[in-house]
């Protein structure tokens, strides 16, 4: 089923299909919002898609329609803000990513006491810096 403006199309994650790493639609690359629902029909999740890969805001939600996490991802790798809440409603994790790499995060427990804290290390040889310069000479001389 496909609902959604003239801008992009939103379509139900079962009509939708992989081929290899890309989501399509109607045999070609989707371009659009896919939702998944509960069995109620309240949504449950709903991801941006551009040209067959994430690409954009992707979020989830509990059965009673609370928040549950909220990320950006470009060209198919978490890049951004990553959110995730407790049932409660508190914040459980605040991280940020580039081109699927951690930059940093923290993490809270249910009542809101940060509990661990992780930054990337450049000094650090068996952090993931190293990939991190890669991905952005990469999409800096394509992008």
Same mark, same amino acid.
Not at 21 to 29: I, S
Not at 56 to 63: C, F, K, N, T
């Given at each position: 089923?496909? /609902?959604?403006?003239?801008?992009?199309?939103?379509?139900? =994650? *079962? *009509?939708?299909?992989?081929?290899?790493?890309?989501?399509?639609? +109607?045999?070609?690359?989707? /371009?659009?919002?896919?939702?998944? !629902?509960?069995?109620? =029909?309240?949504?449950?999740?709903?991801?941006?898609?551009?040209?067959?890969?994430? *690409?954009? @805001?992707? !979020?989830?939600? *509990?059965?009673?329609?609370? @928040?549950?996490?909220?990320?950006?991802?470009?060209?198919? &790798?978490?890049?951004? +803000?990553?959110?995730?809440?407790? &049932?409660?409603?508190?914040?459980?994790?605040? =991280?940020?990513?580039?081109?699927?790499?951690?930059?940093?995060?923290?993490?809270? +427990?249910?009542?809101? &006491?940060?509990?661990?804290?992780? &930054?990337?290390?450049?000094?650090?040889?068996?952090?993931?810096?190293?990939? @991190?310069?890669?991905?952005?000479?990469?999409?800096?001389?394509?992008?």
């Amino acid at each position: 089923m496909v /609902t959604g403006s003239a801008s992009l199309p939103r379509v139900e =994650g *079962d *009509d939708l299909e992989w081929e290899g790493q890309l989501q399509t639609w +109607n045999d070609e690359p989707f /371009t659009g919002i896919e939702v998944w !629902r509960f069995p109620s =029909g309240a949504i449950e999740s709903e991801t941006t898609y551009r040209d067959g890969l994430s *690409d954009g @805001l992707s !979020r989830s939600w *509990d059965e009673q329609g609370r @928040l549950r996490s909220q990320f950006t991802c470009r060209l198919g &790798a978490m890049h951004g +803000n990553c959110r995730k809440w407790h &049932a409660n409603g508190q914040l459980a994790v605040d =991280g940020n990513y580039e081109w699927g790499v951690r930059i940093n995060e923290r993490e809270y +427990n249910e009542h809101g &006491a940060l509990i661990s804290e992780f &930054a990337l290390d450049p000094a650090d040889p068996s952090s993931q810096f190293g990939i @991190l310069l890669k991905f952005r000479e990469a999409y800096d001389k394509y992008l």
